[in-house]
């Protein structure tokens, strides 16, 4: 048997992100998640300072729920990618609802991937090892 050698390491040091989640817990899950593993993190919980926050600090990352007050994740990718600063910015839907129905939306939207809730830390860095490396995340738990 041939033994496979891992696939690339990443940095989680040298990756900026920013997560749009207006849930309390939510927010304070993945905010715990992407600091202790070691990512330059920040929180929007409206989705209303996301696109501020995004050309201010040009995030590597972002992970976004799909419903939010009074907008939603939709909406908020279209004004994201409406910017040519942003181009390279990865934008991964975060979300507890149904990925069955969830994903192809996604998709069509022009997300970078998809994350269902709840989160873990152990698949959730897997999940931004794979994104960071060039490879899908369409998770359907």
Same mark, same amino acid.
């Given at each position: +048997?041939?033994?496979?050698?891992?696939?690339?390491?990443? *940095?989680?040091?040298?990756?900026? !992100?920013?997560?749009?989640? *207006?849930?309390?817990?939510?927010?304070? +899950?993945?905010?715990?998640?992407?600091? =202790?593993?070691?990512?330059? !993190?920040?929180?929007?919980?409206?989705?209303?300072?996301?696109?501020?926050?995004?050309?201010?600090?040009?995030?590597?990352?972002? %992970?976004?729920?799909?419903?939010?007050?009074?907008?939603?994740?939709?909406?908020?990718?279209?004004?994201? =990618?409406?910017?040519?600063?942003?181009? &390279?910015?990865?934008?991964? !839907?975060?979300?507890?609802? *149904?990925?069955?129905? &969830?994903?192809?939306?996604?998709? !069509?939207? &022009? %997300?970078? &991937? %998809?994350?269902?809730?709840?989160?873990?830390?152990?698949? %959730?860095?897997?999940?931004?090892? =794979?994104? +960071?490396?060039?490879? *899908?995340?369409?998770?359907? =738990?």
């Amino acid at each position: +048997m041939v033994a496979t050698s891992p696939g690339p390491s990443v *940095d989680f040091t040298q990756i900026k !992100a920013i997560a749009v989640e *207006d849930n309390t817990a939510s927010a304070a +899950m993945i905010g715990v998640i992407m600091t =202790r593993l070691g990512m330059d !993190a920040l929180v929007d919980h409206t989705g209303k300072n996301v696109l501020t926050m995004s050309l201010k600090i040009r995030p590597d990352i972002i %992970f976004c729920d799909l419903n939010l007050p009074g907008t939603s994740g939709y909406e908020v990718i279209k004004k994201l =990618r409406e910017w040519p600063q942003l181009k &390279g910015t990865l934008i991964v !839907a975060c979300s507890a609802t *149904d990925p069955h129905a &969830g994903i192809p939306k996604c998709k !069509a939207a &022009g %997300f970078d &991937g %998809f994350i269902a809730k709840p989160l873990t830390r152990r698949k %959730f860095r897997m999940q931004v090892e =794979r994104l +960071m490396t060039g490879h *899908d995340v369409w998770d359907s =738990r």
